[in-house]
């Protein structure tokens, strides 16, 4: 069974910092991209960062390039997301996310809330 | 970056009734389109990808439609479990993946 478990989050002031973990299971996690989605509350799903499995290439949203960095290691089976410069407007609900050859997300975690507030 | 727009935002419909979600693209995307629920204090679920490909354990009463920039959701029949958040994505053109702003199903 596929499971994907986010930590790492928190209460954290703005211009502040925090790393998120995701650590899987259930699968070959260094044969597959993955990627952090996000949920502001009450709001819609907005796609944060992308990192490839063999290159490690990387992507991100417009909202958080140059603040956020995407990373993972393939021998803890583990995927993170460090971000700074935080501000009110990255509050919510980071998901991990597995990818796939095609794009569409198939498998998620159960989410880490992230508050920026001072 | 391509823009999807989810019509209406909230359906109010009776249980055992037909629930018609629509999805619109700003640009073609083929058939590269799929479609979540959510429910509240949950993380999304995976229902159709492809446009029409139901994901494995999703009932048949889900059914999905459309390419290009139109796409609908359909649910026959719907069911106590059926009212939650559904959400279309576009994987087309990326990045980034797209999302629209999601289509409350709620009961009438």
């Known amino acids: 069974e596929v499971q994907l478990v986010e930590s790492g989050g928190g209460l954290v002031q703005p211009g502040g910092s925090l790393r998120l973990s995701c650590v899987a299971s259930g699968f070959s996690f260094r044969d597959y991209s993955m990627n952090w989605v996000r949920q502001a509350p009450g709001k819609g799903l907005e796609w944060v960062s992308h990192?490839?499995?063999?290159?490690?290439?990387?992507f991100y949203a417009d909202s958080v390039k140059g603040r956020f960095t995407i990373s993972r290691d393939n021998a803890k089976n583990s995927l993170y997301l460090q971000m700074t410069s935080l501000g009110a407007e990255d509050t919510a609900m980071y998901y991990c996310?597995?990818?796939?050859?095609?794009?569409?997300?198939?498998?998620w975690g159960q989410g880490v809330l992230v508050t920026v507030s001072s | 970056e391509i823009v999807l727009t989810q019509s209406p935002a909230t359906l109010s419909v009776s249980p055992g009734e037909s629930a018609t979600l629509s999805c619109r693209a700003s640009?073609?995307?083929?058939?590269?389109l799929a479609w979540y629920q959510q429910k509240p204090g949950q993380a999304p679920r995976l229902l159709v990808y492809g446009a029409s490909t139901r994901a494995t354990g999703i009932p048949d009463r889900f059914s999905g439609s459309g390419s290009g920039t139109e796409f609908t959701l359909t649910i026959n029949s719907l069911q106590s479990e059926d009212f939650a958040l559904y959400f279309c994505?576009?994987?087309?053109?990326?990045?980034?993946?797209?999302f629209g702003q999601g289509t409350k199903v709620e009961v009438k």
């Open positions: 640009q073609s995307i083929r058939n590269n």
């Open positions: 994505q576009q994987y087309n053109n990326w990045p980034p993946n797209t």
């Open positions: 996310v597995r990818g796939g050859s095609s794009g569409y997300y198939y498998y």
């Open positions: 990192i490839t499995a063999p290159s490690r290439t990387t």
